[in-house]
């Protein structure tokens, strides 16, 4: 059976005319899981009891289950349980410019990046878009706020998701829905350069974020292994592309890792590869988990790559620190539950 969250407005108006039945009843439901945040079809008033009937037979209206959470300061950080077991993360963030969520697109990741916690747990399926939606609707109704912000940087690639993460976008974004703006949601990829041509075709107004990680291909490729088959001679091309027909600014994330790609040297280097592009890059303090030897940069060390990289005129902020007090780092609250089971 179907979940409810899974549909578009579009699907559901094509729905109701399917049931000879005018395609306003879409909107109609809409407001009502959106704006009103009802969980039982019962609770939708001003639809025909016979129309709910229907409703009841055809979809479900579900919801998560919060397995537990971690409260740390201007942070919460879940693991939900979904229908099948499996278990995902998201974490609400608190911002001067509103809450913004990180939810996640796939439970568990093939991406094998070695400095992260979710890609030592591999992939066991894609997340439906009802499972994203349900994400966000959760939060707030958990914590009584209104999300503002959601970024798709949790577990899993987005891109490796692709169909189910635009349908997810398209119905958070939708007018009658969640109404969170397009400006307001950030989709995130390591590089998986055929998709990123196809979000390009597909025209969506959402932000592009990169996971870059290396200024060069050598260094990229032993951290990320889909460099080796996207490799920056054609990911860097693809992105400028992106910038090209859209014109919009691309954020670069970088997480800087103590001995690795965090000297001067890599800064210049990184200088040198994004010179002239419309980004920025966002230098991400590495959160330290007990599985990867990778070391956070101390501080010295991540403002004389942030000097380098404005010295050479580049867009550059740093990623406020949300604490490893509440298992931050991608994942580890899934790998450490998984463990103490």
């Not at 990911?235 to 690795?260: A, C, D, H, Q, S």
Request: with cysteine; proline share 2%; glycine share 4%.
């Amino acid at each position: 059976m179907k979940n409810i969250y899974d549909c578009t407005k579009e699907e559901l108006e094509n729905y109701f005319i399917s049931k000879n039945e005018k395609k306003f009843k879409a909107t109609q439901v809409y407001e009502w899981l959106y704006q009103k945040k009802i969980n039982s079809f019962d609770d939708m008033s001003n639809i025909k009891k016979d129309i709910i009937e229907e409703l009841k037979k055809d979809f479900a209206i579900s919801s998560l289950k919060i397995i537990t959470k971690q409260i740390g300061k201007d942070v919460c950080k879940y693991l939900f349980e979904l229908d099948d077991k499996n278990e995902i993360e998201a974490v609400l963030m608190k911002h001067d410019y509103g809450n913004s969520l990180c939810v996640s697109s796939q439970v568990g990741c093939n991406m094998g990046c070695k400095f992260c916690e979710s890609g030592r747990l591999k992939k066991v399926r894609n997340l439906e878009a009802y499972e994203m939606v349900l994400q966000l609707l959760l939060v707030e109704a958990d914590l009584n706020i209104r999300i503002s912000h959601l970024v798709l940087m949790g577990i899993g690639e987005p891109f490796d998701n692709y169909d189910n993460v635009i349908k997810f976008i398209d119905i958070i974004n939708d007018p009658k829905g969640l109404a969170l703006g397009s400006r307001h949601i950030t989709v995130s990829t390591s590089g998986i350069v055929p998709k990123i041509k196809e979000f390009i075709k597909d025209g969506k107004q959402v932000n592009l974020a990169i996971s870059l990680h290396a200024p060069n291909n050598e260094l990229r490729s032993q951290l990320m292994p889909v460099n080796r088959a996207y490799s920056l001679d054609i990911l860097i091309p693809t992105i400028k592309e992106y910038i090209t027909k859209t014109n919009r600014r691309v954020t670069f994330e970088y997480v800087l890792l103590k001995g690795v790609n965090d000297s001067k040297k890599h800064a210049l280097e990184l200088a040198k590869l994004l010179d002239k592009m419309n980004c920025y890059v966002n230098l991400i303090p590495y959160n330290e988990t007990s599985h990867i030897e990778y070391k956070k940069s101390d501080q010295d060390t991540i403002m004389a790559f942030y000097d380098v990289l404005k010295k050479n005129n580049i867009g550059v902020t740093i990623r406020r620190e949300f604490g490893s007090s509440v298992s931050a780092a991608c994942g580890q609250l899934r790998a450490k539950h998984k463990e103490e089971q």
